[in-house]
């Protein structure tokens, strides 16, 4: 079976795998930024950018910022 990429190219066994792994990281921040309260659209968003730092997002509502707050510290 071929995997295909966003533009329809055939992919490669090796970024397949990748592609998988980052999936499942994206989605394990995910839900890490849901139990902590983040909205799903925010979770998603924040899960995505592997530049914000996870344990930060959840510390600042953890200590009492609001969520949104969060959001315009952390992007």
């Known amino acids: 079976m071929e995997h295909h990429d966003e533009e329809g190219s055939v992919m490669t066994a090796a970024e397949v795998h990748e592609s998988t792994e980052v999936e499942r990281i994206e989605s394990w921040r995910r839900e ?9 659209a925010a979770a998603k968003q924040l899960a995505r950018r592997h530049d914000v730092d996870l344990h930060l997002a959840v510390e600042l509502v953890g200590r009492g910022c609001p969520h949104d707050v969060a959001l315009q510290i952390l992007l």
């Not at 890490?32 to 799903?40: I, P, Q």
């Open 32 to 40: 890490e930024l849901e139990r902590a309260g983040y909205s799903v």
